[in-house]
């Protein structure tokens, strides 16, 4: 089924998704260099944030690093290309992570959504958002819904008309009403970024 027809039987999507046509999820074929500008471009501008990566590649002569690369990279060389210093020991700390684990696109690709997340925030820096993001445009899942996300959180709030005043009551409804969007949650999430403009992606630079 088109996912636009399901997402359609809920009345107050029908409009969104007339305006903003079909959306489409892609898969990172690099996950450690995802993970990493995933962290350098949290609570940054996507112009700021794609200048900090550009950096960082540049240490690199301008390609994907490995992880153990990475993890040899001085802390100070890192902190150097404008990162915090919680930033740069992130980036570190994934690196270290994929080095000791793998992070191999296939070993995810065979892990159910909860799997990945609880693997991947072991690694201190990683949050379940974070891992979500990842699960989203990384991987390609198609029913990730993004609870805690700012942008999706406000938009159902206007939509649908919703008080957040009691978190818990407030969480509730928004699992519940997400539930009906099941299988194409990642795609209903889409659609709430954009009608809100706040598309959480980060800009990866691509090489």
């Known amino acids: 089924m088109d996912y636009r027809m399901h997402l359609s039987k809920d009345k107050k999507f029908r409009k969104l ?11 990172s074929k ?3 260099y995802y993970l990493i500008a ?12 794609k200048t900090i990566q550009q950096r ?3 240490l690199y002569d301008g390609r994907m690093p490995t992880a153990e690369e990475v993890a040899a990279t001085p802390f100070e060389t890192l902190r150097s290309i404008g990162l915090s210093n919680a930033k740069a020991r992130y980036v570190h700390n994934v690196a270290q992570f994929a080095v000791e684990n793998g992070m191999d696109l296939r070993k995810l690709n065979k ?3 909860e799997a990945v997340i609880a693997w991947l925030t072991q690694i201190k820096g990683v949050g379940r958002w974070t891992a979500e993001m990842l ?6 899942r198609e029913d990730i819904f993004a609870i805690d996300d700012w942008g999706v959180q406000n938009a159902m709030i206007q939509i649908y008309k919703l008080d957040p ?14 539930a009906k969007w099941s299988p194409y949650r990642t795609y209903a999430c889409m659609h709430l970024w954009r009608w809100k403009d706040n598309a959480p992606t980060p800009k990866v630079v691509k090489k």
Not at 38 to 49: G, R
């Open 111 to 113: 892990m159910d959504n």
């Open 17 to 27: 998704i007339a305006n903003h046509g079909q959306q489409k999820v892609s898969k």
């Open 165 to 178: 005043t009691d978190k818990k009551a407030f969480r509730e409804e928004l699992l519940r009403i997400s």
């Open 38 to 49: 995933s962290i350098m471009s949290q609570q940054l501008s996507a112009k700021v944030a």
């Open 56 to 58: 960082f590649l540049a």
């Open 30 to 32: 690099n996950v450690l």
């Open 135 to 140: 699960l989203m445009f990384g991987l390609g």
